[in-house]
């Protein structure tokens, strides 16, 4: 291995269209070594596609990426050794244990057979399966399968981890529990950790926040620092009729930041507030007040919130056949 | 180390399947052999004579017929014979006119070869046949000699022996019987007699000379008894029955009785 | 942590690819084993082909029928539709092996692979050469009822059987997987054993035989003739012929040509299903 100076990810003017739908468009960003960075944005951003770019299962149709300074299209054997992946879709071997799934993957990736011993008690231990180690790989809960596929991409030499939405479909404690493991791999390992995630709770943890929508990058920042680029506060109201409402809308077009629902959303400081409520305190329903937060940032910078959508084609395949679904039937 | 229950959960499944299909082979494909039993005799079909196979003698009947004897008798049951002149006459089984319904097992005459296995199932061959010579003196030369041929009912390769005797130069003396042939030798005659291997060692044996196989690019042949085609459970009863019976060396001494020492093959 | 360890042991490309064909291959070897429906279905295809269906056959092949002749052949029928069976069981597994690329493809699997530093040959050959293995291993346990069948099974023509074996199953593994890679929803083996295998194993006379005493125009006579042209235009009526030559020592067609069309189509499909994986 090339002792790397040198970013860990370098992704430059990259696009991807599939058909008529502009998948990526001109995105570019880089990530420093050691660093957890966070793609944020709702189902159909991109995301999954660029992911899909850096671990060179795509091409992109223009712009260059590189992992580890080498190019995902020309050298994607050299890129594909230094990452580790944890693909959004569980991969693992429902059939195997969760000790074999491990060893093959070893195997596949050419790991020596003694460091590959020493590594998959390694990695069991740290994710704490080492009790499941001879359990098959179905009998696992949703939690411990990702934690498994953690375990798996650092088998290997991996500098760099790609999670791909690691969190989705985990309860709240198994989520929070996944962002410990990530937090510890950083500190432990030196790694860098790219991942992409549409819960916006979660990438307060990460060191920078790329958040991304129809295939734009919108803002790359710290999580406090888009917090207050971004954040304002807000004013959201819910008018008592139709007449209020566009009185409302008349009155203050300049500071509509979104209307969802009968809410209508207006930035807000103080003394904005006192005078809203002076001038329409009796001709709202509700009225609310919301302080800066990366949902709010989101917001701001999407015109849209962050919301799960009904379950797709390939989705209700998989569902499938995680019921027990099997090729032999 | 090798887990013995994580051994029994990756190969218990295919140790029980092949288990179970091992098993199966013991299962009886058909009721042959079930039928023999029941009827307590092993009917077969033999010539009237075909010496030295059957004789039509009582006191000895033959190779053929004391081997059936000795096979039926480990099966438990009585041999039937049923007798038909048909068979032997030549090589082709088809040609016999048998039935499943005369017989289960035909003996006197049967070859193993791909016409008769066309027909036929047959058993593991219990002796070899073929064109053998016996001469008082050894012959290495055949050149202008007179050999005495004896043949067979059966459809021996006559036009290869004959061709083979006349490219070294032999005259040819065709003989009806045995005595004939031995005569003939004793009163030199002939130089050399030719005939089945089986009555060329029991010549042989009784007037001490030398015998040996015509030269290989005749053919020889194993002779065996023919079953029909799908009784695989007689077949391989008969198929035991006779291993046992080499084994214990009765097939041997059957042999010696009635052809001397044969010819090994 | 044990991380960079690896940096003084990098292996060579060819030792990385090898270990990893062996990681492929085991994979399959394990998930065949552990596949108990793949397991019954491999033991209850030759019991009830050579038991029931042989059995109940066999006294329709006999040479005569009390007295009358019918067609003259040097085996019985439970001797003759044994190849057929080994053929079939190594098909129905190879093609059930195969077809699981379409799940890997579906659930992530086949993307850990794809991401691997391994060549796609490498991993299209990893799948392939399990799969064969697994479809011999299902062919063996059709061998175990050889002595039930009658079949003299000797140590040569047990090896050269396997070897047959095995080329017919790297074959019939590849062209699971290039019917595989052409389909794009998954309706269950089902639809393979029906379109694929059935048809295949029925018309390559492995059933019933086409009369070998027979000249070519008699045997227009005995049979339609889209039949007889179908069947002499199904390459594995040649593969189940070598295998019965192997086997019961009868075939109708020269040795090599059986052996050169399973090496043929063994050759042929896993190029093509490589061209369609290298795309993929």
Known sequence: MTPMAGPAIRVAAVSKRYGRTLALDGVGFTVPRNEIFALLGP?????????????????????????????????????????????????????????????????????????????????????????????????????????????????????????????AGLD????????????????????????????????????????????????????????????????????????????????????????????????????????FLDQFGQRVRAISTETPSLETAFLSLTGRELRDRAADGREVTLAFGKRGGEHTR | MPDPRRLARNFGAIGVIVGLLLAVTFLPPDNALHEVRASGALRACTPATYPPLVTGNPDRPGIDIELLKAVAARL?????????????????????????????????????????????????PHARTGWAVISPQPLNDWTDRTIGVLAPVSGFDRIGLASLLRDRGARIVVV????????????????????????????ADEQRWPVAWAPPSLQRYGLVFGLWKGDLTLKRAIGGALHDLEASGTTAAILRRYSGAPLSP | MSRGDGAGVRRSWLAAQLGGLYGLWLREV????????????????????????????????????????????????????????????????SVQSAVSVVWDRQFGFMREVLTSPLSRTTILLG?????????????????????????????????????????????????????????RTFEGFGVFSNAVIMPLYFTSSSMFPLDPSLSKDQTYVTYPEWLVTIVTYNPLTYAVDAL?????????????????????????????????????
């Not at chain 1, 790359?220 to 954040?231: C, E, F, K, Y």
Request: charged content about 20%; proline content about 3%; some cysteine.
């Open chain 1, 43 to 167: 189902n159909g951003a991109g995301k999954t596609t660029l992911m899909h770019i850096l671990c060179t299962i795509l091409a992109p149709d223009s712009g260059v990426a590189e992992v580890a300074g080498f190019d995902v299209a020309r050298a994607p054997l050299e890129a594909r050794s230094r990452l580790g992946i944890v693909f959004q879709e569980p991969s693992l071997d429902d059939r195997l244990t969760v000790r074999e799934n491990l060893e093959i993957h070893g195997l596949v990736f050419g790991v020596p057979r003694s460091l590959r011993r020493q590594r998959i008690t390694e990695m069991l231990a740290m994710v704490d399966l080492t009790d499941w180690a001879d359990k098959p790989a179905r009998a696992l809960s949703s939690g411990m399968k990702r934690r498994l596929e953690i375990a798996r991409a650092l088998i290997h030499d991996s500098e760099i981890m790609l999670l791909d939405e690691p969190t």
């Open chain 1, 172 to 275: 709240a404690q198994s989520r929070a529990r996944m962002w410990e493991y990530v937090r510890r791999l950083k500190a432990e390992r030196q790694l860098t950790v790219l991942v992409t995630t549409h819960y916006i709770e979660e990438v307060e943890d990460a060191d920078r926040v790329c958040i991304i929508d129809k295939g734009k990058v919108l803002a790359i920042d710290t999580p406090a620092a888009l917090r207050r680029q971004q954040g304002e506060q807000m004013l959201v109201c819910t008018p008592r009729s139709e007449s209020d409402r566009d009185a409302i809308l008349e009155r203050f077009a300049d500071r509509i930041a979104h209307q969802r629902g009968g809410e209508i959303a207006l930035r807000a400081d103080e003394a904005f507030i006192e005078s």
């Open chain 2, 76 to 124: 438990g049951v009585d041999l039937a014979l049923n007798v038909n002149d048909a068979i032997g006459r030549d090589f082709n089984p088809r040609n016999w006119g048998l039935t499943r319904a005369q017989c289960q097992v035909i003996a006197g005459g049967v070859v193993d070869s791909q016409q008769t296995r066309s027909f036929l199932e047959t058993s593991p």
């Open chain 2, 176 to 203: 009806r019987t045995a005595d004939e042939l031995v005569a003939g030798l004793t009163a030199r005659r002939f130089d050399a007699g030719v005939t089945e291997a089986l009555l060329a060692s029991r010549l």
């Open chain 3, 30 to 93: 394990i998930r065949a084993i552990r596949d108990r429906g793949q397991l019954i279905g491999g033991a209850s295809r030759p019991i009830l082909w050579v038991l029931i269906l042989g059995i109940g056959l066999n006294p329709y092949f006999r040479g005569e029928v009390y007295g009358q002749a019918s067609f003259v052949v040097p085996f019985t029928y439970l001797q003759f539709i044994f190849p057929g069976v080994v053929a079939l069981n190594v098909m129905f597994t």
């Open chain 3, 127 to 183: 799948k392939i050469l399990g799969g064969s293995t697994v479809a011999l291993m299902h062919g063996c346990l059709v061998l175990l009822l050889a002595r039930f069948a009658d079949i003299p099974l000797t140590i040569l023509g047990a090896v050269q059987a396997l070897g047959l074996m095995a080329i017919l199953s790297f074959a019939v593994t590849s062209l699971g997987v290039v019917i595989a890679n052409r389909i």
């Open chain 3, 244 to 280: 019965r030559g192997v086997l019961i020592g009868y075939h109708q067609f020269p040795m090599w040509m059986g052996i050169g069309v399973v090496v043929a189509a063994a050759v042929i499909l896993f190029s093509i299903a490589l061209y369609d994986f290298g795309r993929a």
